[in-house]
Protein backbone atom coordinates (compact mmCIF):
# COMPACT_ATOMS: atom_id res chain seq x y z
CA UNK A 1 0.00 0.00 0.00
CA UNK A 2 0.89 3.40 -1.15
CA UNK A 3 -0.43 5.36 2.15
CA UNK A 4 -1.30 4.77 5.59
CA UNK A 5 -4.69 2.90 6.28
CA UNK A 6 -4.76 2.82 9.90
CA UNK A 7 -8.58 4.18 10.73
CA UNK A 8 -7.81 6.95 8.18
CA UNK A 9 -5.39 8.98 10.75
CA UNK A 10 -4.84 12.30 9.01
CA UNK A 11 -1.03 13.85 8.93
CA UNK A 12 0.27 10.26 9.17
CA UNK A 13 3.61 9.09 7.12
CA UNK A 14 3.35 5.62 8.29
CA UNK A 15 0.31 3.29 10.02
CA UNK A 16 3.16 2.33 12.41
CA UNK A 17 6.84 3.34 13.34
CA UNK A 18 8.55 0.62 14.94
CA UNK A 19 11.99 1.35 17.26
CA UNK A 20 14.65 -1.00 16.69
CA UNK A 21 15.61 -3.30 13.79
CA UNK A 22 16.84 -6.35 15.88
CA UNK A 23 14.88 -9.76 16.23
CA UNK A 24 11.46 -8.44 17.70
CA UNK A 25 11.46 -5.16 14.91
CA UNK A 26 11.79 -7.33 12.07
CA UNK A 27 9.51 -10.20 12.62
CA UNK A 28 6.82 -6.89 13.18
CA UNK A 29 7.52 -5.27 10.13
CA UNK A 30 7.20 -8.23 8.49
CA UNK A 31 3.69 -8.96 10.00
CA UNK A 32 2.43 -5.88 9.75
CA UNK A 33 3.06 -5.80 6.40
CA UNK A 34 1.19 -8.70 5.84
CA UNK A 35 -1.63 -7.33 7.45
CA UNK A 36 -1.53 -4.64 5.16
CA UNK A 37 -0.40 -1.89 7.13
CA UNK A 38 2.53 0.52 6.01
CA UNK A 39 5.28 0.10 8.93
CA UNK A 40 8.65 1.60 9.12
CA UNK A 41 11.70 0.99 11.10
CA UNK A 42 14.21 3.54 12.66
CA UNK A 43 17.38 1.99 13.55
CA UNK A 44 20.37 3.41 15.08
CA UNK A 45 23.03 0.86 13.30
CA UNK A 46 24.01 0.50 9.83
CA UNK A 47 22.31 -2.82 9.66
CA UNK A 48 19.90 -5.62 11.34
CA UNK A 49 20.42 -7.59 13.76
CA UNK A 50 20.00 -5.61 17.33
CA UNK A 51 21.70 -7.43 20.18
CA UNK A 52 23.48 -9.48 17.67
CA UNK A 53 24.51 -6.19 15.62
CA UNK A 54 26.13 -4.66 18.68
CA UNK A 55 27.46 -7.28 20.36
CA UNK A 56 30.73 -8.57 18.54
CA UNK A 57 33.25 -8.83 21.19
CA UNK A 58 35.09 -12.24 20.96
CA UNK A 59 33.22 -15.11 22.21
CA UNK A 60 30.31 -13.75 21.99
CA UNK A 61 27.20 -16.52 21.38
CA UNK A 62 24.34 -17.79 22.22
CA UNK A 63 23.29 -19.31 25.49
CA UNK A 64 20.01 -20.68 24.32
CA UNK A 65 19.98 -23.90 22.07
CA UNK A 66 20.40 -22.27 18.22
CA UNK A 67 18.09 -24.17 16.78
CA UNK A 68 15.47 -22.78 19.03
CA UNK A 69 16.44 -19.30 19.18
CA UNK A 70 15.80 -18.63 15.20
CA UNK A 71 12.36 -17.65 14.06
CA UNK A 72 9.93 -20.14 13.96
CA UNK A 73 6.83 -18.19 11.65
CA UNK A 74 8.24 -19.61 8.54
CA UNK A 75 8.28 -23.37 7.97
CA UNK A 76 10.52 -23.00 4.60
CA UNK A 77 13.11 -20.80 6.72
CA UNK A 78 13.00 -23.38 9.31
CA UNK A 79 14.11 -25.69 7.16
CA UNK A 80 16.66 -24.08 4.68
CA UNK A 81 18.97 -22.55 7.54
CA UNK A 82 21.38 -25.23 9.67
CA UNK A 83 23.39 -24.00 12.36
CA UNK A 84 26.56 -25.14 12.99
CA UNK A 85 27.00 -25.21 16.79
CA UNK A 86 24.96 -25.94 19.58
CA UNK A 87 24.99 -22.71 20.62
CA UNK A 88 25.99 -20.29 17.92
CA UNK A 89 28.85 -17.20 18.03
CA UNK A 90 27.66 -13.76 16.88
CA UNK A 91 28.83 -14.06 13.54
CA UNK A 92 27.01 -16.74 12.66
CA UNK A 93 23.79 -14.94 14.57
CA UNK A 94 24.18 -12.10 12.53
CA UNK A 95 24.59 -13.73 9.16
CA UNK A 96 21.08 -15.65 9.69
CA UNK A 97 19.58 -12.10 10.67
CA UNK A 98 20.57 -10.72 7.56
CA UNK A 99 19.48 -14.26 5.57
CA UNK A 100 15.77 -13.16 7.16
CA UNK A 101 16.13 -9.60 6.29
CA UNK A 102 17.20 -10.56 2.50
CA UNK A 103 14.73 -13.17 2.13
CA UNK A 104 11.63 -11.15 3.30
CA UNK A 105 13.25 -7.67 1.53
CA UNK A 106 12.64 -6.08 5.09
CA UNK A 107 15.08 -3.58 4.53
CA UNK A 108 12.72 -1.24 2.18
CA UNK A 109 10.56 -0.27 4.93
CA UNK A 110 14.17 0.46 6.92
CA UNK A 111 15.74 3.81 7.86
CA UNK A 112 19.53 2.74 9.78
CA UNK A 113 21.79 5.67 11.05
CA UNK A 114 18.80 7.10 12.09
CA UNK A 115 18.76 6.74 16.20
CA UNK A 116 14.97 8.02 18.00
CA UNK A 117 15.78 10.86 20.43
CA UNK A 118 11.99 11.75 20.91
CA UNK A 119 8.28 10.03 20.70
CA UNK A 120 5.57 12.47 21.71
CA UNK A 121 1.91 11.77 21.58
CA UNK A 122 -0.13 14.42 19.80
CA UNK A 123 -3.59 13.65 21.54
CA UNK A 124 -5.53 15.73 18.76
CA UNK A 125 -4.51 14.59 15.77
CA UNK A 126 -3.70 10.77 17.15
CA UNK A 127 0.08 10.73 16.19
CA UNK A 128 2.91 9.57 17.78
CA UNK A 129 5.27 12.31 16.12
CA UNK A 130 8.82 10.58 16.43
CA UNK A 131 12.48 12.36 16.22
CA UNK A 132 15.32 11.18 15.39
CA UNK A 133 18.84 13.06 16.46
CA UNK A 134 19.30 14.07 13.11
CA UNK A 135 16.24 16.12 13.02
CA UNK A 136 13.93 14.23 10.73
CA UNK A 137 10.20 13.90 11.93
CA UNK A 138 7.96 10.72 11.01
CA UNK A 139 4.47 10.19 12.11
CA UNK A 140 2.16 7.23 12.72
CA UNK A 141 -0.86 6.41 15.03
CA UNK A 142 0.80 3.14 16.46
CA UNK A 143 4.25 3.10 18.25
CA UNK A 144 6.08 -0.22 19.05
CA UNK A 145 9.27 0.13 20.59
CA UNK A 146 11.28 -2.84 19.66
CA UNK A 147 14.74 -1.84 21.85
CA UNK A 148 15.96 -4.57 23.15
CA UNK A 149 16.04 -5.53 27.04
CA UNK A 150 20.09 -5.38 26.98
CA UNK A 151 20.56 -2.88 24.18
CA UNK A 152 21.70 0.43 26.58
CA UNK A 153 25.69 0.21 27.40
CA UNK A 154 26.53 1.68 30.78
CA UNK A 155 30.22 2.92 30.90
CA UNK A 156 31.65 3.40 34.93
CA UNK A 157 32.54 7.12 35.15
CA UNK A 158 36.34 6.48 36.67
CA UNK A 159 37.59 9.92 37.06
CA UNK A 160 40.36 10.22 34.14
CA UNK A 161 39.05 7.66 31.47
CA UNK A 162 39.53 10.03 28.84
CA UNK A 163 43.26 10.19 29.32
CA UNK A 164 44.06 6.70 28.70
CA UNK A 165 46.11 6.46 26.05
CA UNK A 166 45.56 3.04 24.79
CA UNK A 167 43.03 1.05 23.18
CA UNK A 168 39.39 1.14 25.32
CA UNK A 169 36.31 -0.90 24.21
CA UNK A 170 32.87 -1.77 25.61
CA UNK A 171 31.67 -5.11 24.50
CA UNK A 172 28.05 -3.71 24.00
CA UNK A 173 29.57 -0.96 21.36
CA UNK A 174 32.47 -3.21 20.09
CA UNK A 175 34.49 -2.36 16.77
CA UNK A 176 33.56 -3.83 13.51
CA UNK A 177 37.18 -4.43 12.96
CA UNK A 178 39.08 -6.90 14.21
CA UNK A 179 40.42 -6.31 17.92
CA UNK A 180 43.97 -8.20 18.43
CA UNK A 181 44.93 -9.52 22.13
CA UNK A 182 48.11 -10.76 21.24
CA UNK A 183 50.95 -9.85 23.49
CA UNK A 184 48.98 -6.79 25.06
CA UNK A 185 48.53 -6.13 28.68
CA UNK A 186 44.39 -5.97 28.96
CA UNK A 187 42.22 -5.24 31.52
CA UNK A 188 38.92 -6.49 31.65
CA UNK A 189 36.31 -4.85 34.37
CA UNK A 190 33.30 -7.16 34.84
CA UNK A 191 32.63 -10.50 35.75
CA UNK A 192 28.81 -10.54 34.79
CA UNK A 193 28.25 -12.94 31.20
CA UNK A 194 29.59 -10.33 28.57
CA UNK A 195 32.57 -10.33 30.70
CA UNK A 196 32.63 -14.17 31.39
CA UNK A 197 32.47 -14.63 27.78
CA UNK A 198 35.47 -12.27 26.37
CA UNK A 199 38.05 -13.77 29.10
CA UNK A 200 37.99 -16.89 28.33
CA UNK A 201 38.69 -15.25 24.63
CA UNK A 202 40.95 -12.79 25.82
CA UNK A 203 43.30 -15.20 27.73
CA UNK A 204 44.33 -17.59 24.94
CA UNK A 205 46.27 -14.67 23.47
CA UNK A 206 46.98 -11.63 25.75
CA UNK A 207 50.41 -11.28 27.31
CA UNK A 208 48.93 -10.32 30.52
CA UNK A 209 45.40 -10.03 31.62
CA UNK A 210 43.94 -8.70 34.49
CA UNK A 211 40.66 -9.28 35.29
CA UNK A 212 38.88 -6.83 37.70
CA UNK A 213 36.58 -8.37 39.37
CA UNK A 214 33.46 -5.98 41.78
CA UNK A 215 31.16 -9.05 42.52
CA UNK A 216 31.67 -12.62 41.38
CA UNK A 217 28.75 -14.56 39.29
CA UNK A 218 27.83 -18.28 39.48
CA UNK A 219 28.51 -19.37 36.21
CA UNK A 220 27.85 -23.21 34.51
CA UNK A 221 29.48 -25.37 31.72
CA UNK A 222 27.78 -24.66 28.32
CA UNK A 223 28.92 -27.88 27.36
CA UNK A 224 28.70 -26.54 23.40
CA UNK A 225 29.30 -28.29 20.36
CA UNK A 226 29.25 -29.09 16.72
CA UNK A 227 25.87 -30.09 15.22
CA UNK A 228 26.69 -33.24 13.23
CA UNK A 229 25.00 -34.37 10.17
CA UNK A 230 22.85 -37.28 11.80
CA UNK A 231 21.46 -34.52 14.36
CA UNK A 232 21.09 -31.90 12.10
CA UNK A 233 18.64 -34.59 10.15
CA UNK A 234 16.87 -34.99 13.37
CA UNK A 235 16.54 -31.48 13.86
CA UNK A 236 15.04 -30.94 10.44
CA UNK A 237 12.43 -34.07 11.57
CA UNK A 238 11.50 -32.60 14.98
CA UNK A 239 12.21 -29.08 15.13
CA UNK A 240 8.43 -27.76 14.72
CA UNK A 241 7.65 -30.00 17.96
CA UNK A 242 10.62 -28.95 19.66
CA UNK A 243 9.44 -25.09 19.22
CA UNK A 244 5.82 -26.16 20.37
CA UNK A 245 8.04 -27.39 23.63
CA UNK A 246 9.35 -24.01 24.15
CA UNK A 247 6.36 -22.47 23.87
CA UNK A 248 4.65 -24.54 27.04
CA UNK A 249 8.16 -23.95 29.42
CA UNK A 250 8.44 -21.27 31.78
CA UNK A 251 11.09 -19.25 29.68
CA UNK A 252 10.63 -20.49 26.55
CA UNK A 253 13.52 -22.50 26.38
CA UNK A 254 13.59 -26.68 26.06
CA UNK A 255 14.24 -27.06 29.83
CA UNK A 256 11.62 -28.17 32.06
CA UNK A 257 11.64 -28.24 36.13
CA UNK A 258 11.88 -30.73 38.06
CA UNK A 259 8.50 -30.66 39.73
CA UNK A 260 10.06 -33.22 43.10
CA UNK A 261 11.91 -31.10 45.40
CA UNK A 262 15.81 -32.08 46.33
CA UNK A 263 14.59 -32.96 49.48
CA UNK A 264 12.61 -36.26 48.01
CA UNK A 265 15.41 -37.68 46.87
CA UNK A 266 18.76 -39.22 48.45
CA UNK A 267 21.41 -37.20 49.10
CA UNK A 268 23.13 -39.41 46.65
CA UNK A 269 20.60 -39.26 43.92
CA UNK A 270 20.42 -35.52 44.40
CA UNK A 271 24.16 -35.30 43.58
CA UNK A 272 24.16 -37.80 40.49
CA UNK A 273 21.35 -35.40 39.13
CA UNK A 274 23.18 -32.18 39.89
CA UNK A 275 26.24 -34.02 37.87
CA UNK A 276 24.46 -34.89 34.95
CA UNK A 277 22.35 -31.29 34.78
CA UNK A 278 26.51 -30.48 34.87
CA UNK A 279 27.48 -31.61 32.36
CA UNK A 280 24.83 -31.22 29.57
CA UNK A 281 24.31 -28.40 27.47
CA UNK A 282 22.85 -24.87 27.72
CA UNK A 283 20.82 -23.63 31.14
CA UNK A 284 19.21 -26.64 32.74
CA UNK A 285 21.47 -26.67 35.73
CA UNK A 286 19.37 -23.53 36.37
CA UNK A 287 15.82 -23.92 34.84
CA UNK A 288 15.91 -27.81 34.67
CA UNK A 289 16.58 -28.46 38.04
CA UNK A 290 14.75 -29.00 40.97
CA UNK A 291 11.74 -26.93 40.77
CA UNK A 292 12.76 -25.38 44.68
CA UNK A 293 16.30 -24.35 44.31
CA UNK A 294 14.87 -21.52 42.61
CA UNK A 295 12.54 -21.34 45.85
CA UNK A 296 13.67 -21.88 48.66
CA UNK A 297 16.35 -20.98 50.59
CA UNK A 298 17.27 -24.16 52.29
CA UNK A 299 17.21 -26.10 48.18
CA UNK A 300 19.22 -23.25 46.82
CA UNK A 301 21.93 -23.68 49.37
CA UNK A 302 22.45 -27.01 48.53
CA UNK A 303 22.46 -26.33 44.62
CA UNK A 304 24.91 -23.43 45.52
CA UNK A 305 27.42 -24.96 47.16
CA UNK A 306 27.57 -28.13 44.69
CA UNK A 307 28.42 -25.30 42.46
CA UNK A 308 31.03 -23.86 44.84
CA UNK A 309 32.80 -27.40 45.15
CA UNK A 310 32.96 -27.26 41.32
CA UNK A 311 34.61 -23.73 41.54
CA UNK A 312 37.32 -25.21 43.92
CA UNK A 313 37.84 -28.25 41.90
CA UNK A 314 38.49 -26.35 38.74
CA UNK A 315 41.04 -23.69 39.93
CA UNK A 316 44.04 -24.18 41.48
CA UNK A 317 44.79 -21.73 43.61
CA UNK A 318 42.56 -22.33 46.83
CA UNK A 319 42.38 -18.39 47.64
CA UNK A 320 41.73 -17.77 43.82
CA UNK A 321 38.60 -19.81 43.77
CA UNK A 322 37.20 -18.48 47.10
CA UNK A 323 37.05 -14.77 45.39
CA UNK A 324 35.23 -16.42 42.41
CA UNK A 325 32.50 -17.79 44.33
CA UNK A 326 29.94 -15.31 45.37
CA UNK A 327 28.63 -14.44 49.01
CA UNK A 328 25.73 -12.46 48.56
CA UNK A 329 23.07 -14.15 46.60
CA UNK A 330 22.50 -17.77 45.45
CA UNK A 331 23.32 -20.03 42.16
CA UNK A 332 20.29 -19.16 39.74
CA UNK A 333 18.97 -15.91 41.49
CA UNK A 334 20.39 -13.84 39.16
CA UNK A 335 21.36 -15.07 35.47
CA UNK A 336 23.62 -17.49 35.25
CA UNK A 337 26.43 -17.24 32.80
CA UNK A 338 27.47 -19.94 30.96
CA UNK A 339 31.11 -20.61 30.29
CA UNK A 340 33.78 -22.66 28.76
CA UNK A 341 36.75 -23.49 30.52
CA UNK A 342 36.33 -19.91 32.22
CA UNK A 343 37.55 -21.25 35.76
CA UNK A 344 40.27 -23.10 34.12
CA UNK A 345 41.67 -19.39 32.78
CA UNK A 346 42.85 -18.58 36.60
CA UNK A 347 45.46 -21.61 36.52
CA UNK A 348 47.18 -19.37 33.41
CA UNK A 349 50.27 -17.64 34.83
CA UNK A 350 49.12 -14.48 32.50
CA UNK A 351 45.86 -14.04 33.88
CA UNK A 352 45.60 -11.99 37.22
CA UNK A 353 42.41 -11.71 39.22
CA UNK A 354 41.86 -8.30 40.88
CA UNK A 355 39.40 -7.72 44.34
CA UNK A 356 38.06 -4.02 43.36
CA UNK A 357 35.35 -4.66 45.76
CA UNK A 358 38.06 -4.42 48.66
CA UNK A 359 40.36 -2.57 46.38
CA UNK A 360 38.10 0.03 44.39
CA UNK A 361 39.51 1.89 41.15
CA UNK A 362 40.14 4.80 42.16
CA UNK A 363 41.34 6.80 38.75
CA UNK A 364 42.37 5.90 34.92
CA UNK A 365 45.69 6.98 33.62
CA UNK A 366 47.19 7.14 30.70
CA UNK A 367 49.40 4.36 31.16
CA UNK A 368 46.55 1.86 32.88
CA UNK A 369 44.11 1.82 36.19
CA UNK A 370 44.97 2.66 39.48
CA UNK A 371 43.23 0.91 42.51
CA UNK A 372 43.46 1.83 46.47
CA UNK A 373 46.23 -0.90 46.08
CA UNK A 374 47.70 -0.90 42.87
CA UNK A 375 48.69 0.74 39.78
CA UNK A 376 48.13 -1.82 36.67
CA UNK A 377 50.00 -1.06 33.43
CA UNK A 378 47.99 -1.80 30.55
CA UNK A 379 47.75 -1.44 26.37
CA UNK A 380 43.79 -2.32 26.41
CA UNK A 381 41.11 -1.39 28.52
CA UNK A 382 37.60 -3.84 28.11
CA UNK A 383 34.69 -2.58 29.76
CA UNK A 384 32.23 -5.38 30.57
CA UNK A 385 30.86 -3.48 32.74
CA UNK A 386 26.84 -3.85 31.28
CA UNK A 387 23.59 -2.63 30.60
CA UNK A 388 21.23 -0.52 31.80
CA UNK A 389 18.67 -3.43 31.22
CA UNK A 390 15.28 -3.49 30.50
CA UNK A 391 14.20 0.21 30.95
CA UNK A 392 17.32 1.74 30.04
CA UNK A 393 16.80 1.70 25.90
CA UNK A 394 13.55 3.31 26.57
CA UNK A 395 14.55 5.80 29.33
CA UNK A 396 17.34 7.29 26.72
CA UNK A 397 13.94 8.48 24.12
CA UNK A 398 12.29 11.32 25.73
CA UNK A 399 9.08 9.00 25.50
CA UNK A 400 5.92 11.63 25.99
CA UNK A 401 1.92 10.50 26.29
CA UNK A 402 -0.60 12.81 26.43
CA UNK A 403 -0.26 16.15 28.16
CA UNK A 404 3.52 16.20 27.71
CA UNK A 405 4.15 12.96 30.52
CA UNK A 406 7.51 11.32 30.34
CA UNK A 407 7.66 7.73 30.34
CA UNK A 408 10.51 7.68 32.94
CA UNK A 409 8.65 9.50 35.18
CA UNK A 410 5.14 7.65 35.07
CA UNK A 411 7.85 4.72 35.96
CA UNK A 412 10.49 6.30 38.65
CA UNK A 413 8.88 4.46 41.09
CA UNK A 414 8.39 1.28 39.04
CA UNK A 415 7.09 0.48 35.76
CA UNK A 416 3.39 0.01 35.40
CA UNK A 417 1.98 -1.66 32.30
CA UNK A 418 -0.82 -4.35 31.20
CA UNK A 419 0.82 -7.39 29.99
CA UNK A 420 4.09 -5.87 29.35
CA UNK A 421 3.33 -4.69 26.31
CA UNK A 422 1.08 -1.49 26.90
CA UNK A 423 1.81 1.75 29.28
CA UNK A 424 -0.45 3.00 31.41
CA UNK A 425 -1.44 6.62 30.03
CA UNK A 426 0.28 6.01 26.34
CA UNK A 427 -2.49 5.13 23.80
CA UNK A 428 -1.18 2.85 20.91
CA UNK A 429 1.98 2.17 22.34
CA UNK A 430 3.18 -1.27 22.27
CA UNK A 431 6.38 -2.60 23.89
CA UNK A 432 8.00 -6.19 22.90
CA UNK A 433 10.27 -6.67 25.10
CA UNK A 434 9.33 -4.33 27.76
CA UNK A 435 9.01 -4.46 31.55
CA UNK A 436 6.54 -7.18 33.34
CA UNK A 437 6.55 -8.86 29.61
CA UNK A 438 6.95 -12.09 29.43
CA UNK A 439 10.17 -11.78 26.73
CA UNK A 440 12.59 -9.73 29.17
CA UNK A 441 12.48 -13.44 31.01
CA UNK A 442 12.73 -16.15 28.32
CA UNK A 443 14.41 -17.31 25.02
CA UNK A 444 13.53 -14.60 23.47
CA UNK A 445 12.61 -15.25 20.09
CA UNK A 446 9.50 -17.84 21.38
CA UNK A 447 8.21 -15.17 23.18
CA UNK A 448 8.44 -12.02 21.16
CA UNK A 449 6.87 -14.41 18.35
CA UNK A 450 4.05 -13.95 20.27
CA UNK A 451 4.04 -10.55 21.32
CA UNK A 452 4.46 -9.58 17.64
CA UNK A 453 0.88 -11.23 16.52
CA UNK A 454 -0.07 -10.12 19.20
CA UNK A 455 0.17 -6.65 18.38
CA UNK A 456 -0.36 -7.29 14.88
CA UNK A 457 -4.10 -9.43 16.21
CA UNK A 458 -4.95 -5.86 18.04
CA UNK A 459 -4.16 -3.86 15.45
CA UNK A 460 -6.34 -5.84 12.63
CA UNK A 461 -9.01 -5.91 15.46
CA UNK A 462 -8.66 -2.31 15.98
CA UNK A 463 -9.29 -1.68 12.14
CA UNK A 464 -12.07 -4.18 11.98
CA UNK A 465 -13.62 -2.23 14.17
CA UNK A 466 -13.06 1.56 14.07
CA UNK A 467 -10.61 1.64 17.11
CA UNK A 468 -8.69 4.88 16.68
CA UNK A 469 -6.85 4.17 20.29
CA UNK A 470 -6.67 2.00 23.01
CA UNK A 471 -5.08 3.10 25.92
CA UNK A 472 -5.23 0.38 28.68
CA UNK A 473 -7.00 1.33 32.00
CA UNK A 474 -5.89 2.41 34.96
CA UNK A 475 -8.12 -1.03 36.98
CA UNK A 476 -6.35 -3.09 34.22
CA UNK A 477 -2.89 -1.75 35.07
CA UNK A 478 -2.96 -2.15 38.70
CA UNK A 479 -4.16 -5.77 38.48
CA UNK A 480 -1.79 -7.22 36.17
CA UNK A 481 1.21 -5.49 37.71
CA UNK A 482 0.23 -6.54 41.21
CA UNK A 483 -0.15 -9.98 39.79
CA UNK A 484 3.46 -9.32 38.13
CA UNK A 485 4.84 -8.47 41.15
CA UNK A 486 3.15 -11.06 43.86
CA UNK A 487 4.26 -13.85 41.63
CA UNK A 488 7.58 -12.66 41.96
CA UNK A 489 7.31 -12.58 45.41
CA UNK A 490 7.96 -16.22 45.56
CA UNK A 491 11.06 -16.81 43.67
CA UNK A 492 14.45 -15.99 45.11
CA UNK A 493 15.36 -13.74 42.34
CA UNK A 494 13.39 -11.07 43.72
CA UNK A 495 14.94 -10.92 46.83
CA UNK A 496 18.41 -10.12 45.21
CA UNK A 497 19.90 -6.96 43.45
CA UNK A 498 20.28 -7.52 39.79
CA UNK A 499 19.06 -6.52 36.25
CA UNK A 500 16.42 -8.56 37.15
CA UNK A 501 15.66 -6.46 40.33
CA UNK A 502 16.48 -3.01 38.52
CA UNK A 503 19.12 -2.17 40.51
CA UNK A 504 22.23 -1.25 38.78
CA UNK A 505 24.89 0.55 41.11
CA UNK A 506 26.66 2.38 37.83
CA UNK A 507 23.27 4.06 36.67
CA UNK A 508 22.06 7.25 38.91
CA UNK A 509 18.62 6.90 40.48
CA UNK A 510 18.49 2.16 39.90
CA UNK A 511 19.38 1.68 43.59
CA UNK A 512 16.01 0.64 44.61
CA UNK A 513 14.74 -2.37 43.79
CA UNK A 514 11.75 -2.76 41.29
CA UNK A 515 11.12 -6.19 39.93
CA UNK A 516 11.21 -6.02 35.65
CA UNK A 517 10.40 -9.56 34.44
CA UNK A 518 7.91 -11.48 34.11
CA UNK A 519 8.04 -14.46 36.05
CA UNK A 520 5.10 -16.63 35.72
CA UNK A 521 6.14 -18.10 33.32
CA UNK A 522 5.63 -18.22 29.65
CA UNK A 523 2.20 -20.75 29.42
CA UNK A 524 0.58 -18.23 31.78
CA UNK A 525 1.61 -14.51 29.94
CA UNK A 526 0.35 -16.41 26.23
CA UNK A 527 -3.01 -17.23 28.33
CA UNK A 528 -3.53 -14.13 29.52
CA UNK A 529 -2.64 -12.54 25.76
CA UNK A 530 -5.39 -14.67 24.05
CA UNK A 531 -7.89 -13.98 26.79
CA UNK A 532 -7.63 -10.19 25.98
CA UNK A 533 -8.35 -10.51 22.28
CA UNK A 534 -11.00 -13.11 22.54
CA UNK A 535 -12.87 -10.90 24.92
CA UNK A 536 -12.76 -8.01 22.91
CA UNK A 537 -10.38 -5.98 24.88
CA UNK A 538 -11.91 -5.58 28.26
CA UNK A 539 -8.26 -4.00 29.80
CA UNK A 540 -8.51 -1.01 27.41
CA UNK A 541 -10.07 2.15 26.76
CA UNK A 542 -11.40 2.16 23.14
CA UNK A 543 -12.38 5.87 21.27
Known sequence: MDKPSFVGTPGADHDVIIIGAGISGMYQLLALRRLGLTAHVFEAGTGVGGTWYWNRYPGCRFDSESWSYGYGFDEDLLREWEWSEHFAPQPETLRYLNHVADRFDLRRDMSFESRVASAHYDEAANLWRVTLTNGRVACAPVLVSAVGPLSAPVMPNYPGMESFAGESHHTGRWPHHEVSFAGKRVA?????????????????????????????????PLNN??????????????????????????AGFIHVADRRSVFDVTPEEREAIFERLYAAPGFGIWLGNFR???????????????????????????????????????????????????????????????????????????????????????????????????????????????????????????PRTYLG????????FFTLVGPHNAASFCNIPRCIEQNVEWVRDTLAWMREHGV????????????????????????????????????????????????????????????????????????????
Open 292 to 414: DTLLDEKANALLSEFVAKKIRERVRDPAVAEKLIPRDHGFGTRRVPMETRYYEVYNQPNVTLVDIKTAPIERITASGIVTRDATIDVDMICYATGFDAVLGSLNRIDVRGPGGRALKDAWAEG
Open 468 to 543: RRLTPTREAVETYTEGVLSGAEKLLLSKVNSWFTGVNPNVAGRQNRHFLLYANGFPTFRKLCAEETRAGYPGYEKE
Open 421 to 428: LSAEGFPN
Open 225 to 250: SPITAEEQARLKRELPALLEQCRNTL
Open 188 to 220: VIGTGATGVQLIQEVAKTAAELYVLQRSPNWCA
